[in-house]
């Protein structure tokens, strides 16, 4: 079965970077037939796609945090991870990492997901 | 920033059926499949729907979902207590580059 796990500091100072990682178990994160994606959601709203990268390395940013983002794959240590500069209060949510099952661009979805950290802007 | 627009909430007695809308544009569901997520409180969103109405292995065929046009729905069949999370519905969508995009999220209530 597979499994993801969310891991990172829980409290960033704005203008900071804040870095996630992702550890997959059960399954490798180099297979051609899936991506891995982050998704995010601020306390008691709702969710928003924050980009993924595939097996490859090739990454889709959200267009509004795109200048903002890095991910990448550390394919010896089956985790991948997320770097969000310049933070602000607004970056203050719960992060999910998520496999997304990827067949063709219109057929994106997330199957299996992590049960999310909470990540909390403020000096 | 959510493009999906669905219902705040929505309610039912046990047994009963409650239908969830989902309205986009022709840049989203207009063009491509639509996905649903149930998020039971406190817990990590779990996909519900894929490929507009297909259930993934698990999911009660309570669970059933329909695309027409730039709209979606969702339909939940004799209503349970564990019915009770909120539900997203989401898609790609083809403008700016391309964006997945979430629904604004439905809250169900079971009465």
């Known amino acids: 079965q597979l499994q993801l796990q969310e891991s990172g500091p829980g409290l960033v100072k704005p203008s900071e970077t804040l870095s996630l990682t992702c550890t997959v178990s059960g399954g490798s994160i180099s297979s051609s037939n899936y991506y891995w994606g982050w998704i995010r959601q601020p306390p008691g709203k709702g969710l928003e796609w924050i980009g993924s990268i595939s097996y490859s390395g090739s990454t889709s940013y959200n267009p509004s945090l795109k200048s903002r983002l890095t991910m990448s794959l550390d394919t010896s240590k089956n985790q991948f991870s997320l770097k969000i500069s310049s933070v602000t209060a607004a970056d203050t949510a719960v992060y999910y990492c998520?496999?997304?099952?990827?067949?063709?661009?219109?057929?994106?979805?997330?199957?299996?997901w992590g049960q999310g950290t909470l990540a909390t802007v403020s000096s | 920033q959510a493009v999906l627009t669905q219902p705040p909430s929505a309610s039912g007695t046990p047994g009963q059926r409650v239908t969830i809308s989902c309205s986009g544009s022709s840049s989203n569901i207009g063009s491509n499949y639509v996905y649903w997520y149930q998020q039971l409180p406190g817990t990590a969103p779990k996909l519900l729907i894929y490929?507009?109405?297909y259930r993934p292995s698990g999911v009660p065929d309570r669970f059933s979902g329909s695309k027409s046009g730039t709209s979606a729905s969702l339909a939940i069949s004799g209503l349970r207590s564990e019915d009770e999370a909120d539900y997203y519905c989401?898609?790609?969508?083809?403008?700016?580059?391309?964006?997945?995009?979430f629904g604004t999220g439905t809250k169900v209530t079971v009465l």
């Open positions: 989401a898609a790609w969508d083809d403008s700016l580059s391309g964006r997945y995009v």
């Open positions: 490929r507009n109405n």
């Open positions: 998520a496999r997304v099952h990827r067949v063709q661009l219109w057929d994106y979805f997330f199957d299996y």
